[in-house]
């Protein structure tokens, strides 16, 4: 357990200034950067960048912000939270990934995903019929692109490469990958058959219930003959003083966004006893650094990880010093407490 890895994520969820205004895209962006440069600072692990297209996140293009960040960091690794390759061309992703990694130095590392929300297919000229031929293609053609070397590779949904090179090559030789997996056997499966690491989207529920897909993950690569890494696990939460004041802080914000969701969805509006039970018995981790670092430590334990982010930025209601302070109590409180924890082996404590 001494080798667990601990990450923030955001979508660039716009903040609001101390005076309760919305900020603009721009200053989201700014504030995500902010953000990543305070968790380098204190020593958080990783920074992950979500893709999306929707009014509630300024993020479309999380590799433009990993390099601003890369300029401005020394250590944490900078990654995609997902970068929605089903939607994109493998090449392009592939480069400009080797392009951050070029900027900082060996930091870059990636994790695939269909994505959470469609938005980006019309954008883009996809059509959604097409949504499972489109990953399976993409990822195919992904993998080989990491080997790079010159690429042979045919489908149905892009040009034809022959024995086509693509720059930049990265200095290490391969980019880190991973596939976002939200529940489907068939995802870890081709996590697996690739050879990628398998990170667990798991926001909602208690996290418990995604165990069999991590032996389902080591059993198929034992299988495949491909290397089973740590698995990752990220879920939304929200750190404060007290459990109180994080609660009174983020719920606002984290029922309008998810009220909004799952209208689209066909859900019910969120229950403030719902929000509670979640926290209670869920993947919600907000609270106080103490009540954190137990619930975190709990799901370490249960499903065996090897890396944990946190989804830090949920919702709109959030000031920006409130977040900021929230990565500083992740960094500097709640992550050495997880790290004691494990190492007391109560991880199974509440």
């Given at each position: 357990?001494?080798?667990?890895e601990f990450?923030?994520?955001s979508?660039?969820?716009l903040p609001r200034?101390?005076?309760?205004n919305?900020?603009?895209?721009a200053?989201?962006?700014r ?12 020593g958080i692990?990783v ?15 999380p ?10 960091t020394?250590?944490i ?9 089903s939607s994109?061309d493998?090449?392009r992703v ?6 951050v990694d ?7 590392e990636?994790?695939?995903?269909r994505g959470?929300f469609t938005?980006s ?20 053609l992904?993998?080989?692109?990491l ?6 590779w ?7 490469l ?9 200095e290490?030789?391969?980019?880190r990958?991973w596939?976002g997996v ?18 667990l989207?798991?926001i ?12 389902l993950?080591r ?9 089973a890494y740590?698995v990752?696990?990220?879920?939304p939460?929200?750190i404060?003083?007290?459990d109180?004041?994080?609660k ?8 309008e ?6 209208a689209?969805?066909?859900w ?7 929000f509670?039970h979640?926290i209670?018995?869920?993947s ?5 650094p103490?009540t ?5 430590a709990k ?15 949920s919702?709109?209601?959030l ?21 004691e ?9 509440r």
């Amino acid at each position: 357990m001494n080798g667990i890895e601990f990450g923030i994520d955001s979508f660039g969820d716009l903040p609001r200034d101390d005076q309760g205004n919305v900020t603009s895209y721009a200053q989201a962006i700014r504030a995500a950067v902010e953000e990543a440069v305070l968790a380098d600072e204190i020593g958080i692990d990783v920074v992950a960048l979500g893709e999306h297209h929707r009014p509630e996140f300024a993020i479309s293009s999380p590799e433009t912000v990993l390099a601003g960040i890369a300029t401005r960091t020394e250590r944490i690794r900078l990654s995609s939270g997902v970068t929605v390759l089903s939607s994109d061309d493998p090449v392009r992703v592939f480069q400009r990934f080797a392009t951050v990694d070029a900027l900082s130095n060996g930091r870059a590392e990636i994790i695939l995903g269909r994505g959470s929300f469609t938005e980006s297919f019309p954008l883009f000229g996809y059509d959604l019929a097409d949504y499972d031929a489109l990953f399976e293609e993409k990822i195919d053609l992904f993998h080989q692109l990491l080997d790079e070397k010159p690429v042979t590779w045919r489908g149905t949904q892009r040009a034809t490469l022959i024995d086509q090179d693509v720059f930049p090559k990265t200095e290490s030789g391969r980019l880190r990958t991973w596939v976002g997996v939200g529940g489907s056997p068939q995802s870890v499966i081709r996590t697996a058959k690739y050879g990628f690491r398998l990170m667990l989207a798991v926001i909602g529920g208690p996290a418990e219930r995604f165990a069999p897909y991590v032996d389902l993950y080591r059993r198929a690569t034992d299988e495949l003959g491909t290397t089973a890494y740590p698995v990752g696990l990220h879920s939304p939460g929200f750190i404060a003083e007290t459990d109180e004041e994080a609660k009174a802080l983020f719920y606002p914000g984290y029922k309008e966004i998810r009220d909004r969701i799952g209208a689209l969805r066909g859900w019910q509006p969120l229950r403030r006893e719902e929000f509670d039970h979640e926290i209670e018995h869920g993947s919600l981790y907000v609270g106080s650094p103490e009540t954190v670092a137990r619930r975190i430590a709990k799901a370490i334990s249960a499903l065996d990880v090897g890396r944990f982010d946190l989804i830090y930025s949920s919702g709109g209601a959030l000031a920006a010093s409130a977040r900021l302070r929230a990565v500083d109590l992740y960094g500097t409180k709640v992550i050495p407490m997880v790290r004691e924890l494990l190492a007391d082996g109560e991880g199974g404590a509440r």
